[in-house]
């Protein structure tokens, strides 16, 4: 009984430390805390605060994208042709008035993708660009490459 105690106490210690909280992680966390804890089966009180932290971060992304949650990508591209900037990640959003020039090269911080179409997030202005065209010679090719 001493050395489950024990060993309990260690991988509750090691997963509060954890600054990452994986699946794996909590349901060590869960088995531990089963095995003889007082909350028998239940998360510690700091795991479900920080996994409710995390999911109403999560929460709130979602209501400022509609639902849409970019991925975070760092990259170059340079335009195959003039592509007007977008306010969000739509094709039906409304466009900022800005262009990006044939053969400028441009950096994005993040992505966003849907079958069909992929959006990249201007990192250092506002907006968005996609990476197929939607009307014109260029509607459904690819207009963007990735720098090399």
């Given amino acids: 009984p001493r050395l489950a ?12 430390t954890s600054v990452l ?3 794996l992680r909590a349901r060590v966390v869960c088995r531990a805390t089963a095995v003889g804890a007082p909350d028998a089966g239940k998360p510690p009180n700091w795991f479900r605060e920080e996994f409710n932290k995390r999911q109403n971060a999560r929460a709130q992304v979602m209501r400022q994208t509609g639902g849409k949650i970019p991925t975070t ?3 170059w591209f340079y335009a195959l042709t003039n592509i007007r900037i977008r306010a969000d990640a739509d094709v039906n959003s409304k466009a900022l008035g800005t262009v990006i ?14 079958p069909g179409q992929k959006y990249l997030k201007l990192r250092k ?14 509607e459904g090719l690819q207009i963007v490459k990735r720098s090399p």
């Avoid at 105690?5 to 509060?16: D, E, H, K, M, P």
């Avoid at 441009?106 to 992505?111: G, H, L, P, S, T």
């Avoid at 202005?125 to 260029?138: D, K, L, N």
């Fill in 5 to 16: 105690s024990l060993a309990i106490w260690a991988v509750l210690v090691v997963a509060r």
């Fill in 21 to 23: 909280f994986s699946s």
């Fill in 73 to 75: 990508a760092r990259g």
């Fill in 125 to 138: 202005q506002p907006g968005w660009v996609f990476t197929r065209g939607i009307a014109g010679e260029w």
């Fill in 101 to 114: 020039k044939q053969g400028e090269t441009f950096e994005i911080d993040a992505e966003y993708v849907e």
